[in-house]
């Protein structure tokens, strides 16, 4: 895929799967821990935009945890939320899930869905919109 398919949760859940590239600093083909960052950072943009119609400034991680692995081929399911809005403010927890990859004991182009998805990130940060950009009243 070159775009990631994209699923939106009306309860301000927003689902994104996606496959992960190589490191070519890890061994093993592991994934850079940067590129679930990198996921979180989309995410956080989009809630501002659908929240606020404006992407705002990602102000800072709250916390990271890096809590399972991901190599190159993974497939990935992130989830984004606002947990909580200021004035503001937006702050939002999101979770990383691997939930497939590539069986290279099959053939080179097989990959197939884990049984149960791992949790492999959860964080949480805060993102920042200015009064005078907040296009949507709630």
Not at 15 to 42: C, F, T
Not at 68 to 74: E, K
Request: proline share 4%.
């Amino acid at each position: 895929l070159e775009k990631p398919i994209r699923f939106v949760d009306l309860a301000g859940i927003v689902p994104r799967l996606l496959s992960l590239g190589e490191s070519r600093r890890r061994g093993r083909r592991q994934a850079r821990l940067g590129s679930q960052l990198e996921i979180v950072g989309d995410l956080i943009t989009e809630l501002a935009m659908r929240y606020d119609g404006d992407e705002g400034l990602f102000r800072a991680y709250g916390s990271v945890e890096f809590l399972a692995p991901l190599f190159a081929g993974d497939w990935v399911e992130a989830h984004g939320r606002i947990a909580r809005v200021g004035t503001t403010s937006r702050t939002c927890e999101f979770e990383v899930w691997k939930v497939g990859g590539p069986r290279h004991d099959l053939s080179e182009s097989a990959a197939e869905f884990l049984d149960e998805p791992v949790l492999t990130c959860r964080a949480s940060g805060t993102t920042v919109v200015a009064k005078d950009n907040q296009r949507f009243a709630h």
